[in-house]
């Protein structure tokens, strides 16, 4: 079982509609999560952080945590076409080094 | 914040051949890590350093694979006897000294070995 884990899609949504972005982990001491976007031949870009059970809003974007059952995820709401990219799950915790470890990340497309 | 500096962008080399790539992190960050990322998968993590100390260094990182941050300030990743499999996109990040910060991410090198 891999240490993060997310679909590859790619997630196909329509201009305007929500993407929906899932992600799980399976270390339970895990204490932070991060959500990047990473464009074709770009490096990631930190679009949201969360820390805490609950839901963090930011803009279009929102992180939902959920520590019991192991699950962070993003929900893009309105989405563009520059919405179009990879979106990397990373967690990490402070006795892992604070390294973090990356999921394989979902591509998403946002159909004008 | 002129943001986490990576040079060279790209990098093509033989074989064989040794290489050495620069980072120049945020300048109020004294963490830095590097990372290397295959087509279609996510980063993984291979070394981090608080100043100029090496913390932690992941089992990928092979003998021949070296980094040093002499000033705690820039880094360099030197790989030697460079390998077809080292073919990649090495990411450099940095954050600020305390635990759970963000992690700001480079442009990164991409190596392609000949």
């Known amino acids: 079982q891999k240490e993060v884990e997310q679909n590859s899609g790619p997630l196909s949504v329509p201009e305007g509609a929500i993407a929906s972005l899932n992600c799980t982990y399976s270390?339970?001491?895990?204490?932070?999560f991060f959500w990047y976007r990473q464009y074709s031949g770009k490096s990631p870009e930190l679009i949201m952080s969360i820390y805490s059970n609950g839901d963090k809003e930011d803009g279009r974007f929102t992180a939902q945590l959920n520590k019991a059952s192991q699950y962070v995820s993003l929900l893009i709401r309105d989405s563009q076409p520059s919405d179009s990219a990879t979106y990397l799950c990373?967690?990490?915790?402070?006795?892992?080094?604070?390294?973090?470890?990356f999921g394989g990340g979902t591509r998403v497309l946002v159909k004008p | 914040d002129t943001g986490v500096s990576q040079d060279p962008r790209h990098k093509i080399t033989k074989r064989g051949q040794n290489v050495t790539f620069r980072c120049d992190p945020i300048s109020e960050h004294n963490r830095l890590y590097w990372y290397r990322q295959t087509l279609g998968q996510g980063p993984e993590f291979l070394t981090y350093f608080q100043n100029e100390a090496q913390l932690e260094k992941s089992r990928l990182l092979s003998d021949r694979f070296s980094a040093e941050r002499p000033k705690g300030s820039f880094s360099t990743l030197e790989i030697q006897r460079t390998e077809q499999g080292d073919s990649a996109m090495y990411l450099c990040a940095s954050s600020f000294g305390t635990d759970y910060q963000p992690q700001h991410f480079g442009d990164g090198t991409r190596l392609s070995i000949l």
């Open positions: 990373a967690v990490n915790h402070k006795a892992a080094g604070n390294k973090l470890t």
């Open positions: 270390d339970r001491v895990s204490q932070s």
